[in-house]
């Protein structure tokens, strides 16, 4: 173990002052701090005396050799979205806030434009909009990407809508600039597919969640933009129609079948009761909804030929109750608002209780059965609210309280209802973390579900990475 980490001196927070400027370091009576404390949810609440924002890595680089030295905590953090209580301070208020939003220069894309390197403080939305202009696609994708940013999406290895076709964060990057916890700074920035010399380093870096380097720059895969989209959204009776959908849409589109995603009745209830022109697709109520993206390379309509007929065969077998294929654009994106205005939709429903998990998809069906039964054991009246990447096995899993129920006294019951649940997920074979991290909610579980030896070989590469353990403590390990 370090030793233990020391609160920031006023020399030291003068010095760090020093390295970004006046107008970049946010003292503890500067009300501008109050954006870099709590988290989207409000879970988690800190302090610090020092929100610094670098612009540059070299100033990145100070700043974490200054830190090391006087054996101070670093919190990096990005767009400020991460749900897992990662990115925000401890309430001891000895933590210093790093802040890479200011780090927002697009460096370059290559002749053939198949990568582009960017700097950590891009908002992703930025970073597709920039794909876009080269004709290009970055295919990460996620409700929060106007605010979430790249190197947050980086340093997390963050999911999304587009994984199903693209992969998570990790299958979009090539290389990494990452400045060490004693302010060394890594350029492993380069565009190669292919390059096995050794121990992947960038790997060990995407998805640390800031506890062994700081992402500043990466340099990313862009791929060819689809020359159309068909977007469906089908009704169904129960679970095993879904999974009966998403097979069928596999065989018929392969990999054409870029986005299928789920959604429960509740869910669509809270959307088109909270959220301003969001309408119901349908006459009537339907358990269980999937909306799903088929796309093509050649604009000559293939894929919405191929949705119209996956979803007549699918009505004819008796798998979809009801189905529509998006007629225009403005008619696909109002069916994805459906989808992405559901956990801002649910605050609506009170207090929810949030699970970020994945099972092998077949086994998604009797896991929502059986997290149904688990969570009305520990709290009866409880609305379960599953929806999120079926085609991936990932589940959000989100539980509103009872109608008539004292939202703290829900909340109250985070902890058994959230070890049912996972209790479930584990003897399934699944992961209690599928895309949000772990951070510092799920930290110690994760000692409880991975094995002494991969416990191990975590400890060993933060100990060798941050010997004294400032970058991010308490978080994942
Ligand atoms: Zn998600």
Request: charged share 20%; net charge negative.
């Amino acid at each position: 173990m370090p030793n233990p980490l020391a609160i920031p001196s006023p020399e030291l927070i003068a010095r760090l002052g020093t390295i970004v400027g006046p107008a970049h370091a946010l003292g503890a009576d500067d009300e501008r701090q109050a954006a870099y404390l709590v988290e989207p949810r409000g879970k988690y609440r800190g302090r610090t005396p020092l929100v610094l924002r670098p612009g540059s890595t070299a100033e990145v680089a100070a700043i974490a050799a200054a830190c090391n030295e006087a054996r101070v905590a670093l919190v990096p953090q990005s767009g400020n979205t991460g749900l897992v209580g990662g990115q925000t301070p401890g309430e001891d208020g000895a933590e210093i806030v790093l802040s890479l939003g200011r780090l927002r220069q697009i460096r370059g894309v290559d002749q053939a434009r198949t990568s582009m390197i960017v700097e950590a403080g891009l908002t992703l939305a930025e970073v597709r909009a920039a794909a876009e202009r080269e004709g290009r696609l970055f295919p990460l994708s996620m409700a929060s990407e106007g605010s979430c940013q790249i190197g947050g999406n980086l340093a997390t290895n963050a999911g999304g809508v587009g994984v199903l076709a693209h992969g998570n964060a990790r299958q979009q990057v090539l290389g990494l600039e990452v400045v060490l916890a004693d302010g060394r700074v890594w350029d492993g920035l380069r565009t190669l597919k292919k390059d096995n010399t050794g121990y992947d380093l960038r790997d060990l870096f995407i998805g640390c969640e800031g506890t062994l380097g700081i992402i500043t720059a990466a340099a990313l895969k862009l791929v060819p933009r689809p020359a159309e989209v068909a977007t469906a959204f089908a009704a169904l009776s129960r679970l095993e129609d879904v999974l009966a959908l998403f097979q069928h849409a596999e065989a018929m589109a392969g990999g054409a079948l870029t986005a299928f995603e789920f959604l429960p009745r509740f869910g669509i209830e809270v959307v088109t009761q909270h959220v301003p022109g969001a309408r119901d697709p349908f006459p009537d109520p339907h358990p269980w909804y999937v909306l799903l993206d088929i796309s093509g390379s050649t604009a000559d309509g293939t894929a919405e030929r191929t949705a119209l007929t996956l979803m007549a065969e699918a009505a004819a077998a008796g798998i979809v109750a009801d189905a529509t294929v998006a007629d225009s654009l403005a008619r696909a994106r109002a069916l994805w608002r459906l989808r992405e205005a559901m956990s801002e939709a649910q605050k609506h429903a009170g207090g929810s209780i949030k699970h970020d998990i994945s099972v092998p998809v077949p086994l998604l069906p009797a896991f929502i059965a059986g997290a149904g039964c688990v969570v009305e054991r520990v709290c009866p009246g409880a609305r379960p609210m599953p929806f999120g990447h079926f085609g991936d096995g990932n589940v959000h899993y989100n539980v509103s309280q009872p109608r008539d129920m004292d939202t703290a006294r829900f909340l109250a019951l985070w902890q058994p209802m959230q070890d049912a649940v996972h209790g479930l997920v584990v003897e399934m074979g699944g992961s209690i973390s599928a895309e949000h991290g772990i951070g510092r909610m799920k930290r110690d579980e994760l000692a409880r579900v991975k094995s002494a030896v991969e416990l191990d070989l975590m400890r060993s590469l933060k100990a060798a990475l941050d010997p004294n353990g400032i970058l991010n403590p308490g978080r994942v390990l």
